[in-house]
């Protein structure tokens, strides 16, 4: 059963940057489209960002395109999430997702879920 792990998040100030972890236990990470999803307080669960198996296909929210890259390492069984730029509306619980079957990246049925990283923006 694979299971993640997020990390990375904490507080930073608006413009400031953080590196998200992801990292998969318990099956090869390369059977996994992978997701990056967030939810703030008080707001439906979005979809940031997500990566093809091999990592030859990735796409990005509107809210983070430019500020954002998603990418995968399979040998350490790690995905990751840079975030630059970031601000205050970008505050959310991040989550990385997992799942074998190809779905568009908006869709965010998946079928295993990590248990959230908090990220918080604010000066």
């Known amino acids: 059963q694979l299971q993640l792990v997020e990390s990375g998040g904490g507080l930073v100030q608006p413009g400031g940057s953080l590196r998200l972890s992801c990292a998969a236990s318990?099956?090869?990470?390369?059977?996994?489209?992978i997701g990056w999803i967030r939810q703030a307080p008080g707001k439906e669960r979005e979809g940031v960002s997500c990566?093809?198996?091999?990592?030859?296909?990735?796409m990005y929210a509107d809210s983070v395109k430019g500020r954002f890259t998603i990418s995968r390492d399979n040998a350490k069984n790690t995905v990751y999430l840079q975030m630059n730029s970031l601000k205050p509306e970008d505050t959310a619980v991040y989550y990385c997702?997992?799942?074998?079957?190809?779905?568009?990246?908006?869709?965010?049925?998946?079928?295993?879920w990590g248990q959230g990283t908090q990220v918080t923006v604010s000066s």
């Open positions: 318990g099956s090869p990470l390369d059977y996994y489209a």
């Open positions: 990566i093809s198996r091999r990592g030859g296909s990735t």
């Open positions: 997702a997992a799942r074998l079957t190809p779905r568009p990246c908006t869709t965010l049925i998946y079928d295993n």
